[in-house]
């Protein structure tokens, strides 16, 4: 079993930037795909950031946000800069097992879940 937990968020002015952090505990995720995804009030939860030997986005914030990881340290980054009012969300960390180039997108491929960490960006 995973647990994931993640942290960092909280209230910023448009234009700032924040790094969330998510802590993986009970087994080494240097082997999985780790996911960031938002969801923003009365919306679904979409994807935004993944990393597997390479990192992927979403257009809404490719250019602005950078995922990594360190591995020994067991924890997933999401630095997020040029931030907007409309990245406003609840932001949760996900991970499943091995690398996957075609699956991180998709919410139901994901079997761990942190419990999320509120980012509101008031303009």
């Known amino acids: 079993q995973v647990q994931l937990v993640e942290s960092g968020g909280g209230l910023v002015q448009a234009g700032d930037s924040l790094t969330l952090s998510c802590a993986a505990s009970?087994?080494?995720?240097?082997?999985?795909?780790m996911g960031w995804f938002r969801q923003g009030p009365g919306k679904e939860r979409n994807f935004v950031a993944a990393?597997?030997?390479?990192?992927y986005y979403a257009d809404s914030v490719k250019g602005r946000f950078t995922i990594s990881r360190d591995n020994a340290k067991n924890t997933v980054y999401l630095q997020m800069n040029s931030l907007k009012a409309e990245d406003t969300a609840v932001y949760y960390c996900?991970?499943?097992?091995?690398?996957?180039?075609?699956?991180?997108?998709?919410?139901?491929?994901?079997?761990?879940w942190g419990q999320g960490t509120q980012v509101t960006v008031s303009s």
């Open positions: 996900a991970a499943f097992k091995n690398y996957d180039s075609t699956s991180y997108y998709y919410t139901d491929k994901y079997d761990y």
């Open positions: 009970g087994r080494s995720v240097s082997s999985y795909t």
């Open positions: 990393i597997t030997w390479r990192t």
